[in-house]
């Protein structure tokens, strides 16, 4: 049976992030929707990573010749018109037809950057060619076969993405329960994956199978040694995700990690972890400017943007809300998107007081009482 | 379509005040009640301004020879009754159809100071004149157009208001919500603007517009030389309002201000800030007695005015409860709100053991446990 | 019209104190239960003082050769079956036909002391009647007339009550909500009031009027040399009731109070005061076992007694729970509230390793994570 | 009248732990339920022993090398397929009719160990015979009278048991408001008790008993030397099951135990202590690795046995899941709530970052925030 889904390419209407939510499960196909928004066993951490945002809070300065705040920063030497990026995130096409061709493009028309998935269901290629001017960095899960990770890595340094995210939290699946209840598979193939099929007689596409199934083909086995080989093989900047130990940092940074993403995935790989806010500011703290720190899990407000560059990221990104985005208006909702962040946080930079992103990163939060 | 509000001219009974607020909601506009009452974004810091209150215990001392407490005191020599004045509020006229002239009465009877606003629907003159005898502030919000700054800064010298109170946490309006939802305009004329207007080219009253657009038109780049400025040209006090962090006040001091006005705008500005309360103490701490500090946002009984002066305020100021009064009872409305307030005040007073304001001062709270 | 209430004397079945409150409330006056079960404003002190128990753990010791635990105590040399006694409560009339004759008919078969409160409603003369073997204490309420003060001291003494109780905490009504909403007045005289109306022109019997009107004509300002007029006039203990504040004790102990009654007066009278437990510890570090410490407020479980006692009180008082013992089943009603507590209390300490008194308050108690 | 209870032996689906209580609850008798599933009076600690979980978060490692985590351990000697073990329950018969004959089988084929209750609805024998090849432990309650305690552990030393436990914290019942309400009392006979009766003038079976009735008739008096009488009687390891506080180990170890089971007994006993996970973390320290430490109460989750060996346990025990398992399922209901865990504790371990169990064991926790 085809998979039925978003064709949808319109302005949208935003009051909130949140709020958009349920208007997409409204329309979404039900196990997509519970793979899409789910978390891993009760949820807990999940939920966390919005609500530990409330940890810390924001003491608004005044009378610091404040006006029209700017937001633009740069990462990697490529400016970006605020410090948020597009998170990578499997399978677009759950929810939009166009997939992350919409998605990459929406990200492009923001002056953002876009991070595509190896679980894509657009290739590599065909991510580039649908909007070739955006920045986009390359998100890899590394497969037990270095003839795959070759070849997706040779595709994405041609097509002249700026960086390899290198996946380092999901060497299985988090145990999902929505997918589990829902007997959730993709009803689409991961486009990388079948093209590496047709080519080879690799792993299969992913159609027809759950996050885990897929996970468990990959490699379990990562090392820190993956983080030069892969530096080596691609002289791109290689960007370590899933980060959530302080212990962790300091042998990451002497393997070579040109940046540290501190992420939970989402709360969908181990739940009984803090929500991903609570980890960041010691994160930071070790990393000590090192090389850039970027951010995930839980964003849904420009002020939790503001708390988390408060905290000692240099860049947010955003996943769920950008895909509520694309499945809502296609390329103009995932930018809607992209500029609601943008209107809160440019609201919460004038009235904290702070001008510029550097000044947001100075600014001191208060713990909640 | 001519906007239908209170004509009320009654005494009011009070069990509590909080319970005013849903009496209040059932009579009014709902686009003007939710202008009233909401605050920004998920309004978080509007829920907590009130439960922060709980984060201190009152200790209550025994055998202290109270008796009919004295809550009298003073602010810039003006002699008051209890240490409650009226917070500064836009636009009384959404809740009565005499507006603030009909607030600043109330608040004369009850022995206290009325703040008026800008952004009020009865003028500087209109308000001196509605009660002469009555101690009054006068709340700046600064233009980009000096004259009108002048201008309206002559009226008040001219008609002998005590101080200025400089708003510093409103360059821009909080993203408030319930306004977006309800497309909420001003429905009647801002009485300062609209004279101002029939005399000059300047901005427009206000009058269809919503609170964020009349912000915007007014002065985003205020600065530390503001407060030298109105000093130099008005010779009153001036309050700098919208205080949130301790690290503002020694140039907020040295640059001349007379007063620290603690508050988060009732948590309309800027979410993910404290509740208003949380932040006065070490504020206060740092001011150290060098000026009046003035507290508001959640006060709501009585012992949140005896906490907020155990925390370091020498004065609390009250919003949304004295334009509840003002729309169930006209003057005497308000008055009964202040009435109120005094007497649940006068009961913790003697039940804490503390005869006099400085007693009340010196009071050392518990942390909740 | 007459005032009807309870005539019960059985038995009752108790599985827990708590679920004796709805059967309670179901079968009384409205206005009389609100005036019983209530607090003071928004009731969170009141809450609290239940809520609070849960800030402290008990760490059960194993192996410690406990059988048949012994809860026998004493004070002021009165040996008592159990660490409990009756907190002293205004007008048991409202609950039950026989008042506090009953009462203290049941708190003396429970092998306990009763407390009668100046407000009863029965006299001083009438409860040492109706239990003349019952170890009783007599709580003062100070009139503004000494005549009075010292008439109802001279029966106190007379009838043998073996301390005196002065409270502290009173001298204004708190600010009780559902007495205002139920517009509650005593429908009975209070009967000391009345022998004294009936002897003197002094005030009236109470009949009609609330709680506050009626603490509102005692005095006001009491102070420390109360405790010393007391004591010299009576040659009895005196203990200070309503003490909530550590900053209060070396005063107290220097004025000559016998005994120091840690109470909030179970939520009525000062709200956003701590829950009384949370209070206990530190004023008991401070009195450091010079006289002793008696605590109420809340109390609803043996497992409270048993924290209590850990924390620093000598001995426990119970208020409204053995008024719905004495609504439910007079005399005996009363007895199984008590006897209920000790089987709880005695299951505690068997299962916590503690085989007397002085091993739970060697207990040590764990902060609560 | 026959109680009738479950005769499944088939495979379960288990989504999770939890989701598996209310399917038993439907199918159970409402009073053995009760007892099954209640604890004792407000039930605060049963509930803090699943939360308190959430007190310390998992900081997963990244890059670690890590592929097919494994998971066994061992205790005494024995070799066991993961650090679970049966936690010892009476009257496995209210929710099997086949009893502790189908757990232990259920539990050999998890490649775990089985506790045997003394109030089993088995004879120490009857387990023995059912599964032989199973480790097995032996929980004692002590009598008062010698002659059964040594008639007990003689059968389990001849059967082959390989350590006794002995319950520390059950000299009382603790007050069980379910048990009351019900009126609950065993169906069925407690076959170790039964055999005893019928050899001797001894203790009746337990049928027609309450759990109360039964702890008091057994020994309430144990003491320190409990631990070397059984320890020189048996040969056998003894381990101490119903360990709350740090202050008992010293005297414990010395004294002989050999091995030290925090536990609250699963919330049964007494309310108002910790959530026995708040507890574990002191008391391994102070064990310091001298003793194995096991662990139960409130374990549902893959991540809480994670959070309970990072916190110092050397083993985890399950309770009431395993008896879930056992009515929806007999032997192999059991065996796949075994499974169920190990699956959830092999993906925690690996995305964890933790190859073997002493890797877990090294982890940090962090504080929640």
Redesign the interface.
Known sequence: MAYHTSTEERPIDI??IPALEPIVKAKMNKGAFGYLAGGA??E?TLRENVT????K????????????PDMSTELFGIHIDAPIIAAPIAAHGLVHEQAEKDTVQGVGAAGSIFSLSTYGNATVDEVAQASPDTAKFFQLYMSKDDDFNHWILDMAVNDGYKAIILT????????R?SD??NNFAFPLPMKNLAAWAAKTAGPDSGEGEGIAAIYAKAK?????A??KAIKDYTHLPVI?K???????IE??LN?GADGIWVSNHGGR???????SF??LAEIAAVVAKRVPVIFDSGVR???HI??ALASGADIVAIGRPMLWGLSLGGVQGVTDVYNHFK??LT??M???GTQTIADVKNT?L?D??
């Open positions: 009051v909130n066993e009760s807990i530990s945002f409330e940890h809070k924001i003491l608004p300065r005044v009378l610091r010749n404040v006006e029209k380092a939290d999901s060497t299985l699946g988090g145990y329960e589990i209840m379990q086995k990562l090392s820190l993956d983080i370590v899933g980060v959530q130990s302080p212990l962790d042998d990451l393997a790989q181990i739940d009984g972890a803090p929500g609570d980890t407000r420009g002020q503001f708390k209107k809160e609201i919460d004038q009235l904290a001191v208060a909640a009482k």
